[in-house]
C-alpha cells in the first residue's frame, strides 16, 4: 500500500523592508513608534445604568491643547487589504475622513518577559525598540491590516471623551471600514476572496486608542472594548432548540421560512454597515411575507394551484403595499397604516438603490431602520391572525 504524502511545506513570513514614505508615517502615532500594550488591560464602555467615577479615569497627566482632545484609533482587522500600487502603507480618504493603512504592522515581544505585554509596532521599527528597551526581540506576529485616524473632542478630560464620544467614533468606523473594503473589491480587475468583507468592526476588530494633548504629550495605548454593553465578553445569547435542528438546516431538510431568513440576513447588515444591501433584502423579506399571506388567504377561498400562476404573475410590491394591504390588515389602525408607510418609505428607497444608483447617507439609515422594523410588526400582525384562526 502507497504511503499518503504530506504536501504542505514550512514557510516563514516575508515582510518587505523598502523605505516608507515618511511624510505618512510623521503623522500618526501608531506608525511612528510602537506601542506597548497589555493583552489583559483593556477599556470597557459600561452599560448606560452606570455612572463615571472620576477616581478611575485614565489618561490624568494628558491636557488639552487649545480646549481640545485628539484621539488616535487603530483598527486590527483580521485580514490583509491590497498593496496600493505597489505600496503596503497608504492613505485613503473616506468622506471628509483620511485614513492610513498599513500593511506591515507586528506584535513584537521582548526578552525581559514582562507578563502579558507585547510591543505593537511597524516591522521597520523593531530596531528602534531593541535600542530604546535594550532588550532583544525574542518573537513577531504579523498582525494583518491596521486601520489608523483620528478624531477629535473638546470635553473636559480625556475620560469624559471616552464615555460621551467613543460610540459615535465606533459608529463612523463601522460605517466607512466597510465601505472602504467595498471600494476595493469593486476596483479589483477581477474579484478575489483574498480580500474578505469586514463588517461589525466594533466586535470582530481589536480597536487600540490613544489621546494626545499639549504639547504633543501622549498617553499610554489601550485596546478598546466598545460593545461591553450590548454584547458581553461572555456570550448570553441562548439557543432552546435541539441540536438536530441546526444539523437539519445546514443539510437542507429545514422547510426553511424565506422572509425570517432574509430579514434576519438584512438586520445583520443594517447594524454592521451594510446599508443599501440591508435595505434591498428587508423589501425581499416583505414582499415574500406579504405574497405568502396573500396566497394563503386565497387558497383558503378556493385558488385552485392551476390558477395560482396567473394570480401572483405581475404583481409589485407596490401593489402588495398600496391596494393588496387593505384586505391583508387593518389599514383604520393608525399603527398599522404607520407600519404599513414605513415599508412603503423603504422600498421607495430600494427603487433609488436598484434603478437610481442611490448611495445611502444621512436620513436614509432611519428608513432602513424604521423599515425592519415595520417588517417585524407584519410578520408579529400575521402569525397573531393565524393563531386567532386556529382558536389559539
Known amino acids: 500500500m502507497e504511503s499518503s504524502k504530506f504536501n504542505y511545506v514550512p514557510m516563514k513570513a516575508i515582510i518587505p523592508d523598502k523605505r516608507v514614505d515618511e511624510g505618512l508615517f510623521s503623522r500618526y502615532v501608531f506608525l511612528a513608534s510602537a506601542v506597548l500594550l497589555q493583552r489583559d488591560h483593556m477599556l470597557g464602555q459600561g452599560v448606560s445604568t452606570m455612572s463615571r467615577d472620576p477616581s478611575l479615569d485614565v489618561w490624568k497627566e494628558i491636557e488639552p491643547n487649545g480646549g481640545k482632545f485628539v484621539f488616535e484609533i487603530a483598527v486590527r482587522l483580521p485580514l490583509f487589504l491590497p498593496k496600493l500600487k505597489g505600496e503596503d502603507e497608504y492613505v485613503l480618504r473616506i468622506g471628509d475622513r483620511e485614513y492610513a493603512v498599513s500593511n506591515r504592522h507586528c506584535e513584537i515581544v521582548l526578552d525581559n518577559n514582562i507578563e502579558n505585554t507585547y510591543w505593537l509596532g511597524h516591522y521597520l521599527v523593531t530596531k528602534g525598540i531593541t535600542d530604546k528597551t535594550g532588550n532583544k526581540v525574542i518573537q513577531f506576529i504579523v498582525t494583518k491590516s491596521l486601520v489608523i485616524t483620528k478624531f477629535e473632542s473638546n470635553r473636559s478630560t480625556a475620560s469624559e471623551c471616552i464615555e460621551m464620544d467613543l460610540k459615535s467614533w465606533i459608529e463612523t468606523l463601522n460605517r466607512d471600514i466597510p465601505n472602504m473594503i467595498q471600494g476595493m473589491r469593486y476596483n479589483l480587475s477581477r474579484d478575489s476572496y483574498d480580500l474578505l468583507e469586514c463588517n461589525d468592526i466594533g466586535r470582530l476588530c481589536p480597536v487600540h486608542i490613544l489621546c494626545i494633548g499639549r504639547d504633543r504629550t501622549i498617553s499610554n495605548a489601550l485596546t478598546v472594548i466598545s460593545h ?41 447588515l443594517h447594524h454592521t454597515g451594510e446599508q443599501s444591501i440591508s435595505c434591498i433584502l428587508a423589501c425581499t423579506a416583505c414582499e415574500t411575507l406579504l405574497t405568502e399571506w396573500l396566497r394563503d388567504i386565497l387558497r383558503n377561498n378556493g385558488l385552485s394551484n392551476k390558477k395560482e400562476g396567473d394570480a401572483f404573475n405581475d404583481l409589485r410590491f407596490s401593489q402588495l403595499l398600496n391596494l393588496i394591504a387593505y384586505f391583508l390588515i387593518d389599514m383604520k389602525d393608525p399603527e398599522l397604516k404607520n407600519t404599513i408607510d414605513a415599508v412603503n418609505t423603504m422600498r421607495k428607497l430600494r427603487n433609488k438603490i436598484v434603478h437610481e444608483n442611490k448611495r445611502i447617507a444621512g436620513q436614509d439609515i432611519q428608513v432602513i431602520a424604521r423599515g425592519i422594523e415595520a417588517v417585524n410588526n407584519l410578520i408579529a400582525v400575521r402569525k397573531k391572525q393565524e393563531n386567532m384562526g386556529t382558536g389559539e
Open 228 to 268: 461591553l454593553d450590548a454584547c458581553p465578553m461572555q456570550s448570553f445569547t441562548r439557543l432552546d432548540c435541539e441540536a438536530d435542528s441546526i444539523e437539519d438546516f445546514c443539510s437542507g431538510k429545514t422547510d426553511i421560512d424565506y422572509c425570517r431568513l432574509v430579514l434576519g440576513k438584512a438586520t445583520y
